[in-house]
């Protein structure tokens, strides 16, 4: 059974930090493309960042410089340190994994809630 469970998520003020893990089960972690994604109140799910299998990343430019994602393999847990946090980073945010065969598993989520 896959599971991939996300913690970390909770009230910040704006430009507090926070630091999210997804620790996962039931697959080859280290061989898994990892992801974040979010979705704000009335809006769309997003990508927020990106880790490779191979440990290349990339960002949504809107959190690009201040959010980080890193991986753990022999943990096989990902993680999305997030700094400075704005207003607007408010969402519920969803760790996912894809095989080298594109398939896909999602978290359940967890929210993360920035008060002005």
């Known amino acids: 059974q896959v599971q991939l469970v996300e913690s970390g998520g909770g009230l910040v003020q704006a430009g507090g930090s926070l630091r999210l893990s997804c620790t996962v089960s039931?697959?080859?972690?280290?061989?898994?493309?990892m992801s974040w994604y979010r979705q704000g109140p009335g809006k769309q799910r997003e990508l927020v960042a990106a880790?490779?299998?191979?440990?290349?990343?990339n960002y949504a430019d809107s959190v690009k410089g201040r959010f980080t994602i890193s991986r753990n393999n022999a943990e096989n847990t990902v993680y999305l340190q997030m700094n400075s946090l704005k207003p607007e980073d408010t969402a519920v945010y969803y760790c996912r994994s894809e095989s080298v065969s594109g398939i896909v598993y999602w978290g359940e989520g967890t929210l993360v809630t920035v008060s002005s």
């Open positions: 880790i490779s299998r191979r440990a290349n990343t």
């Open positions: 039931g697959i080859i972690f280290n061989i898994n493309d």
